[in-house]
């Protein structure tokens, strides 16, 4: 999804954001603006990441605010605190390139309840291989793993783009656990070399 003007910023006074990452049981608010200069994402605060019930849409709205108080209060009193927001969203919350419509109704309270202008959003995965393709100057090819207290989601990136995703349980046996969730991915004649 392309943001409106977010990046071109003329002055000396950039424009602030929100970002808020909402993952299965934890949300995590940061503070941002793009440095026009050096075209790049400058991060001026980070929240305490915050547990929710997942299903429970109070608890949701309850961790994001505690934890976008926990970065308001690292801003120095001459910022703005912003109004916009631009979500991070698990994979599981999108389908077609756009937020399903149940997944959309939960952003929407959030953004009413806490008086937030949703600005865009960003698959999280997706983000972490542009990162790293920005960060390293070509297509990257690794397995991007995320785990979680009962599970680990496996993505599977081939020259920057994403090939497969899946979600396994945890157990014991992290090594079983990451060749289940391969299996549950395309088919590969190699697979990449980093985790």
Known sequence: ?????????????PEYLW???????????????VD?????V???????AATWQEGDLESLVAASDSSMSSAASEIPEDVKEPEKVVFGLHATWIEGGDIKGEKLDILKKISGELELKPAGFVVINEAIAHYLKAQEGAPINALLTALA???????LV????????SEVGKSMDLGQDLAEG??????????????
């Open 36 to 40: 026009p200069e050096k075209n790049e």
């Open 158 to 165: 081939q020259d920057g783009k994403i090939v497969g995703s």
């Open 42 to 48: 400058v991060v001026r605060a980070s929240g305490t």
């Open 182 to 195: 391969l299996s549950k991915n395309p088919p590969l004649p190699q697979y990449p070399p980093r985790i």
């Open 19 to 33: 970002s808020l990452i909402i993952d299965k049981s934890w949300v995590e608010a940061g503070i941002w603006y």
């Open 149 to 155: 207290e009962d599970s680990i989601d496996l993505t």
């Open 1 to 13: 999804m392309e943001l409106p003007n977010i990046f071109k910023k003329p002055d000396d006074n």
